[in-house]
């Protein structure tokens, strides 16, 4: 999809999807070069970046016998080399608008996809991608420039009204509901004659609330027990089996589960409800912004294509089978 160009990918995703421009020099499209996979407004895409960015590609998507055969390697080669050309263009354009990035804004990009990672994995996710730190660094220079072209020069042009927003949200009401609610406490002990003892004490009136801080195995025995407020389906089936059919102020009978015997309290429930548009005002305008920003970009990158002479030099690229041509010519 065209916001793919935006969005920061997964580490591993991006070492699949090259820029493709190391090496760019002008070439005559007609004389056809056996190293050139392609042209894009006279700059060259190279035999050898495509292989290098094919080979990494399919390595990440490794067959049962670890090979692939000529049928696999089509749909894979047809694909990059879409988006190798799509992204030429992009940067050819960013050039043209003076659209540029600092190297610290590239350095605070590395460290985000790096902190995706634990301590001392990222070097070796490179490795496994077979990709230097100049590579990647080239790379995020790119994913960025991009952005910043559609941030300056793409989404400037969006805008929504109030009317619309308020239509929008009148047509997808059904998203900005709240569903009902209870918010509940539990002592959990881990046999059932425990549990049948601080049941007996709560019977003569201690503190539901006390007792969990005293005898709950649970971590949330130090509030008391207190599980805060939750919907359907985000705790155990049990619990939404007991809690949601007590009234506030019920206390449930022991109830066992795989964590161990239960005592819930009720403290308070909220109704499922419509959201108001000024309660969810904000977040229909960044839904709408959004779809509105990704119509605008696939537009625009429609247009440059359009516009964009490419040629493509079929023969290199029917002769290419998944791994370097020097790698290939040993074996």
Same mark, same amino acid.
């Not at 070796?124 to 990709?131: E, F, I, R, S």
């Not at 509901?177 to 406490?185: C, F, G, H, L, T």
């Not at 904000?282 to 359009?306: C, P």
């Given at each position: 999809?065209?916001?793919?160009?935006?969005?920061?990918?997964?580490?591993?995703?991006?070492?699949?999807?090259?820029?493709?421009?190391?090496?760019?020099?002008?070439?005559?499209?007609?004389?056809?070069?056996?190293?050139?996979?392609?042209?894009?407004?006279?700059?060259?895409?190279?035999?050898?970046?495509?292989?290098?960015?094919?080979?990494?590609?399919?390595?990440?998507?490794?067959?049962?016998?670890?090979?692939?055969?000529?049928?696999?390697?089509?749909?894979?080669?047809?694909?990059?080399?879409?988006?190798?050309?799509?992204?030429?263009?992009?940067?050819?354009?960013?050039?043209?608008?003076?659209?540029?990035?600092?190297?610290?804004?590239?350095?605070?990009?590395?460290?985000?996809?790096?902190?995706?990672?634990?301590?001392?994995?990222?070097?070796?996710?490179?490795?496994?991608?077979?990709?230097?730190?100049?590579?990647?660094?080239?790379?995020?220079?790119?994913?960025?420039?991009?952005?910043?072209?559609?941030?300056?020069?793409?989404?400037?042009?969006?805008?929504?009204? %109030?009317?619309? #927003?308020? =239509?929008?949200?009148? *047509?997808?009401?059904? !998203?900005?509901? &709240?569903? @009902?609610?209870?918010?509940? /406490?539990?002592?959990?002990?881990?046999?059932?004659?425990?549990?049948?003892?601080?049941?007996?004490?709560?019977?003569?009136?201690?503190?539901?609330?006390?007792?969990?801080?005293?005898?709950?195995?649970?971590?949330?025995?130090?509030?008391?027990?207190?599980?805060?407020?939750?919907?359907?389906?985000?705790?155990?089936?049990?619990?939404?089996?007991?809690?949601?059919?007590?009234?506030?102020?019920?206390?449930?009978?022991?109830?066992?589960?795989?964590?161990?015997?239960?005592?819930?309290?009720?403290?308070?429930?909220?109704?499922?409800?419509?959201?108001?548009?000024?309660?969810?005002?904000?977040?229909? %305008?960044?839904? #709408?912004? =959004?779809?509105?920003? *990704?119509?605008?970009? !696939?537009?625009? &990158?429609? @247009?440059?294509?359009?516009? /964009?002479?490419?040629?493509?030099?079929?023969?290199?690229?029917?002769?290419?089978?998944?791994?370097?041509?020097?790698?290939?010519?040993?074996?």
């Amino acid at each position: 999809m065209p916001q793919a160009f935006v969005r920061a990918t997964p580490l591993l995703a991006a070492l699949a999807l090259a820029v493709g421009l190391a090496g760019c020099n002008k070439k005559d499209k007609e004389d056809p070069d056996a190293n050139v996979v392609a042209t894009v407004n006279g700059e060259v895409l190279s035999r050898a970046d495509f292989e290098h960015e094919l080979g990494r590609e399919l390595a990440s998507s490794a067959t049962e016998s670890g090979q692939h055969t000529p049928e696999d390697v089509e749909p894979y080669k047809r694909s990059l080399l879409e988006t190798l050309i799509s992204r030429m263009v992009l940067l050819q354009d960013a050039r043209t608008h003076n659209v540029t990035v600092s190297p610290e804004e590239v350095d605070r990009g590395v460290l985000r996809l790096s902190s995706d990672y634990p301590a001392g994995n990222f070097n070796d996710v490179l490795a496994q991608g077979q990709l230097s730190m100049a590579e990647l660094k080239a790379r995020e220079a790119a994913r960025l420039t991009i952005e910043k072209l559609f941030t300056n020069h793409v989404y400037t042009r969006v805008a929504v009204t %109030e009317e619309e #927003l308020r =239509a929008y949200y009148a *047509a997808h009401e059904t !998203e900005f509901s &709240e569903p @009902e609610r209870v918010r509940a /406490a539990q002592i959990v002990v881990k046999g059932i004659d425990e549990a049948r003892r601080v049941q007996a004490q709560l019977k003569s009136g201690k503190k539901f609330a006390d007792l969990a801080r005293k005898y709950s195995l649970s971590a949330d025995a130090k509030v008391g027990g207190d599980l805060g407020f939750f919907p359907r389906g985000q705790m155990p089936p049990t619990f939404d089996q007991v809690v949601f059919y007590l009234s506030p102020g019920q206390v449930s009978d022991v109830v066992e589960t795989e964590y161990g015997y239960h005592l819930f309290r009720v403290l308070e429930k909220k109704a499922g409800r419509k959201l108001e548009f000024t309660e969810v005002r904000d977040q229909v %305008e960044a839904k #709408l912004l =959004a779809q509105r920003r *990704a119509e605008a970009q !696939e537009t625009y &990158e429609k @247009e440059l294509r359009a516009k /964009a002479q490419v040629w493509v030099n079929e023969a290199t690229l029917q002769a290419i089978r998944g791994r370097p041509a020097t790698q290939a010519a040993k074996q």
